[in-house]
């Protein structure tokens, strides 16, 4: 759960076919390197209901990310927060690292625990109450069966990841980033209220006005302070339709400054984009924008559009139900099941630029990377958002009221290790670069990270960071995949 990639990166045009990638549009951030648990759940040297069923534990050695293998000693799944409570005292108590996972999308090793337990939380699932401004529901359930449960009422969650497989709980642990976050924030932003349990063993409800402390501690904490076991969700009203566009532009200038220029009028409900390699070796600019509405005829897009400066010509446009549109990426995980692509290893960098020299930035890093260093289905995305609407603590942007996300998402042909430890080592360089420029990663990126690169990262927060995990998690057992701490 904690190490759920939340914000999946991935676009929907990640394959050949340009009918498939045009029907899927840009899907994000970041299907089940780990199924569900079964099989008996023994006892074992004292700690509550583990699994040690050698397959179980094989599968649980895996992520999506396909780079890192950990095996871990048992899997424990909880039915409750008070199953939870009794397996970290314990763990606590033996200082054994304990890391939870929901649907297993953690890209570099962050929901694993060599040699520890894993918290299986897929099976804490339930809606419990929906209202039309909130819905309460357990940390291991989806995002696609929030959306089925609040359309139903005639609400959706005002952020939703592209790929609507991802765990409420690891969205939780991570920030959460969508098509709308620049209207929105994350989705940690629409968190109402949490249950946690803490790393030594306490449950607790925590919200901006009980436990805060906790709460601010949490959402995008990485896991380091407890596991989240419910959460309670800001709702707004959903739309009927979503008409969207894609507009391709000749070279990166022109799409940053239409990007710029359709943020800053608020033209779009959604606004994403891509850096695509062509088979000429060139890139190809894209835009995709959607715009929200109720009943009758949608707008064939001369308001929105005008006075852009795309190649018009090539433009597509397309409309949908809202629930079909926000479903677009489950067609492009099928393909990608199909051709094998999906259980490649994805050694994906994502971060965001400073608003002020982006541009100069991207266009560097872009004459240095080819269509080889993303693999043949990989692509970068590029897209302007605002962060005044951001007011979770812990996640870390540039200082500046613009920012652009900036994802290098590879995906090699093949599961060739050596090729896939080039490109860890490429993001590293491109991170470094970053960094120095006043970028900031977002941290579900696959490249391995220091404790004083994550001093770094959280920079002023690090010492109240610190002192929240001392307080709530002190034996530094959750979540070790990061290494924020030391942990290994």
């Known amino acids: 759960m904690q190490a759920t990639a939340a914000s999946y990166a991935m676009g929907r045009d990640m394959i050949p076919n340009r009918r498939a990638v045009l ?6 951030t970041t299907s089940l390197a780990f ?78 625990a060599e040699g520890g337990i894993i918290v299986d939380t897929s099976g804490m699932n339930a809606i419990t109450e929906i209202h039309s401004d909130r819905v309460t529901v357990e940390a291991g359930a989806t995002w696609q069966s929030v959306l089925d449960a609040t359309l139903s009422r005639g609400g959706t969650p005002p952020v939703l990841t592209n790929y609507l497989g991802l765990s409420i709980g690891g969205t939780v642990a991570i920030g959460g980033i969508g098509g709308s976050s620049s209207r929105y924030g994350m989705q940690t932003d629409q968190v109402l209220e949490l249950d946690v349990v803490t790393g030594d063993g306490r449950e607790l409800t925590c919200s901006p006005t009980a436990n805060a402390d906790l709460f601010d501690a949490v959402r995008a904490g990485l896991g380091q302070c407890g596991i989240v076991t419910r959460a309670t969700l800001h709702l707004v009203k959903a739309p009927e339709r979503v008409r969207r566009f894609q507009l ?3 070279d990166l200038a022109a799409l940053m400054a239409d990007q710029r220029r359709v943020l800053t009028e608020e033209r779009f409900d959604q606004l994403q984009g891509a850096i695509l390699p062509t088979a000429t070796g060139a890139w190809r600019y894209q835009l995709e924008g959607a715009v929200f509405h109720d009943g009758g005829t949608p707008s064939d897009g001369e308001d929105v559009l005008e006075g852009l400066s795309d190649d018009r010509p090539a433009a597509v446009s397309t409309a949908a139900t809202y629930r079909v549109d926000a479903q677009a990426f489950a067609k492009l995980e099928r393909l990608l099941r199909s051709n094998g692509q999906w259980l490649n290893p994805q050694p994906w960098l994502l971060t965001f630029l400073r608003g002020s020299n982006a541009g100069q930035l991207a266009g560097e890093i872009l004459d240095r990377l ?16 605002f962060t005044k609407a951001i007011r979770t603590p812990m996640v870390r942007m540039p200082d500046e009221d613009i920012v652009f996300v900036f994802n290098v998402i590879r995906i090699p042909a093949s599961d060739d290790a050596a090729e896939t430890a080039r490109m860890i080592e490429q993001n590293r360089v491109l991170y470094d670069r970053i960094r120095n420029a006043g970028g900031v990663l977002y941290p579900v990126s696959a490249l391995p990270l220091t404790v004083e690169d994550w001093k770094n990262h959280f920079g002023s927060k690090w010492q109240r960071f610190e002192q929240a995990a001392r307080q709530y998690d002190p034996s530094h057992i959750l979540t070790p995949g990061y290494g924020l701490f030391g942990q290994t």
């Open 35 to 112: 199924s569900t648990c079964s099989g008996a759940a023994p006892q074992a040297d004292g700690a509550p209901n583990l699994n040690h069923d050698p397959n179980v534990l094989n599968a649980a050695a895996n992520d999506f990310g396909r780079i890192l293998r950990k095996r871990p000693m048992g899997i424990h799944r909880p039915t409750s927060g008070t199953d939870i409570a009794d397996l970290l005292r314990w763990a606590s108590g033996q200082r054994i690292k304990v890391a939870a996972r929901g649907q297993g999308h953690s890209i570099y090793g962050r929901a694993m």
């Open 248 to 250: 391709f532009y000749p």
């Open 23 to 28: 029907g899927a549009g840009f899907g994000v």
């Open 370 to 385: 080819t269509a080889a260093d993303l693999g043949p289905f990989g692509r970068i995305t590029c897209y302007p958002m």
